[in-house]
């Protein structure tokens, strides 16, 4: 059977961390690792916890910062789903627009 993915992800913002792991507890894409007790995505959902997201700053040549960069509020989660699954509605409220400069993409992405 192959499996096709949607070409254009979801881009998530949750206001925190503790926001995301509610949500994404609680929603059908996700199952329980009994194992680990850590929330896995089910096998046709990819999910990539980008986390806080940082803009600027500047480093001198031995890696010291010099000025810190902007850090943006919230916690951002990019979700990849097959064709014939959807975004649960607990997911909905955190939709964002596609960004345009995401800060990471997928390898099937349309480029603009």
């Not at 792991?21 to 680990?36: P, V």
């Not at 803009?55 to 810190?68: H, S």
Request: a negative charge; hydrophobic letters at 35%.
């Amino acid at each position: 059977m192959t499996h096709t993915f949607r070409t254009d992800p979801y881009y998530l913002h949750f206001p925190d961390l503790a926001a995301w792991m509610d949500s994404w507890s609680s929603c059908e894409l996700s199952t329980l690792d009994e194992e680990t007790g850590a929330y896995r995505p089910i096998y046709r959902c990819h999910v990539v916890e980008v986390g806080e997201i940082r803009r600027g700053g500047e480093w001198d040549d031995e890696g010291l910062e010099i000025v810190a960069p902007e850090i943006l509020p919230g916690y951002h989660v990019n979700i990849l789903l097959e064709n014939d699954l959807v975004l649960p509605a607990a997911l909905e409220q955190y939709l964002l627009p596609k960004p345009n400069q995401p800060q990471m993409i997928w390898s099937c992405e349309q480029q603009e």
